[in-house]
Each structure stands twice: as structure tokens, then as C-alpha cells.
């Protein structure tokens, strides 16, 4: 799928906490650890995955992707469409309560917040004169050759991701990153993961994988 369809589906989006190296095409805008939040380890840890998005479908793919990454490190990652009917979007206490009852630790929430276009433009070579004699100029003009601009643009998906503690009902983990021309939703949602529990346990929030 090219990313001008992609965008359309990204339409919202929410959900990520563990994998393993941090991707070149995915930078962080901002970070925020709670100042109390000590350390935190996945292992023994039961971790909802959550994507905020209308279209089910993406949902599920991104939750099932996110859950897995979670695995990866140790948690148990479930996704939250197995826990969450629709019907509780927008209900808070009836999610939190739902999610309780399930076992969950903790949720880590993707959202996808924007979409943009940068455009890389490329100026074309100039084509100097250079008329002194037919000699000269033939060498001369095959070597400068008029060449035309190449145009570039990339396509820009900022994420937010939020990592909430259940036991203590207080969020922990808050970023914004930028990611460069995803190939997809699963791997934008891995990249994400990636990137943001690298960058955790640069901060000091997520303990090592052992």
C-alpha cells in the first residue's frame, strides 16, 4: 500500500510500548516521563495495547502488531479490541474497568495526531556559454548538459504515544514522534515501538532487556 493511501486510513491512530532498535525514519518532537515514575520492567506485566482509530479494521492490525512488540520484551500484550467493545470508546470508567478486570497493568495508547507533505526540490545544472570554437564548445556543451530539477517529497506521520499505569492510574510516558515514509501501518506501529522504548530506557523509565 504507497503512503498517499496509507494517509487516509492513518486517520487516527494510538498504541506502542516495546521492541527493540531505534529506526532512522522515526525522531522524536517531544518526550515527558513523569518526574516519580521510577523504573519499570514489562516482565510479569500484563500491557493493553490501544490504537485510536475509526476504521476497525486498522485498529485490530495495529493493536495485534503492538501486542506482539509487547511479547517481544517479556509483558503480556493484549490487544484492547479483545477486552474494549465499541460501544466503550468513549466511556473511561467503563474501559478502565473493563481493562481491570482483564488482568491489565498498564495501556500504552498510539494516536496519530498529523500528516504532512515536504517537498525536496532539486535545481536543475545551469548551461553556461562557452562559444570560442566548435572544438572547445562540444566538449564543453556534452559535458554540461542541461540536467532537469528532481522533485522529492516525503510524507511526514506524527504519532502520540502515552503509556499509562492501571495501578496507579497515572501516566507514566507522553511523545510525540515524527516518522519519514512508512511503508505501512504495521510498520509504522513497529518503528514507533521501536523508537519509543528505546528512547524510555535512554530516560531511565523502561529497565534493559535482559
Given at each position: 500500500m504507497r503512503m498517499s493511501r496509507l494517509s487516509h486510513a492513518l486517520t487516527l491512530g494510538a498504541a506502542m510500548l516495546l521492541l527493540g532498535a531505534c529506526t532512522e525514519?522515526?525522531?522524536?518532537?517531544?518526550?515527558?516521563k513523569a518526574p516519580d515514575a521510577g523504573?519499570?520492567?514489562?516482565g510479569n506485566r500484563t500491557i493493553a495495547a490501544v490504537f485510536v482509530s475509526t476504521?476497525?479494521?486498522?485498529?485490530?492490525?495495529?493493536?495485534?502488531?503492538?501486542?506482539?512488540?509487547?511479547?517481544?520484551?517479556g509483558g503480556r500484550g493484549i490487544a484492547s479490541y479483545v477486552m474494549l467493545p465499541?460501544?466503550?470508546h468513549y466511556n473511561a470508567d467503563a474501559a478502565r474497568s473493563r481493562l481491570k478486570e482483564a488482568g491489565a497493568?498498564?495501556?500504552?495508547?498510539?494516536?496519530?495526531?498529523?500528516r504532512d507533505q515536504q517537498v525536496t526540490v532539486s535545481p536543475g545544472a545551469p548551461t553556461p556559454a562557452y562559444y570560442g570554437g566548435f572544438g572547445p564548445y562540444w566538449g564543453y556543451g556534452w559535458n554540461?548538459?542541461?540536467s532537469q530539477p528532481t522533485v522529492y517529497t516525503d510524507t511526514l506521520i506524527s504519532v502520540e504515544t502515552?503509556?499509562?499505569?492501571?495501578?496507579?492510574d497515572k501516566l507514566l510516558w507522553a511523545s510525540t514522534s515524527r516518522t519519514t515514509n512508512p511503508k505501512d501501518l504495521a510498520t509504522m506501529v513497529t518503528e514507533v515501538a521501536a523508537a519509543t522504548v528505546n528512547e524510555m530506557t535512554k530516560q531511565g523509565l523502561l529497565a534493559p532487556k535482559p
Open positions: 525514519s522515526t525522531v522524536f518532537v517531544s518526550t515527558w523504573t519499570i520492567s514489562p476504521n476497525d479494521s486498522q485498529r485490530r492490525a495495529a493493536e495485534d502488531t503492538l501486542a506482539a512488540d509487547i511479547s517481544a520484551r465499541a460501544s466503550q497493568n498498564g495501556v500504552v495508547v498510539m494516536r496519530v495526531v498529523g554540461y548538459a542541461y502515552l503509556v499509562y499505569s492501571l495501578d496507579r
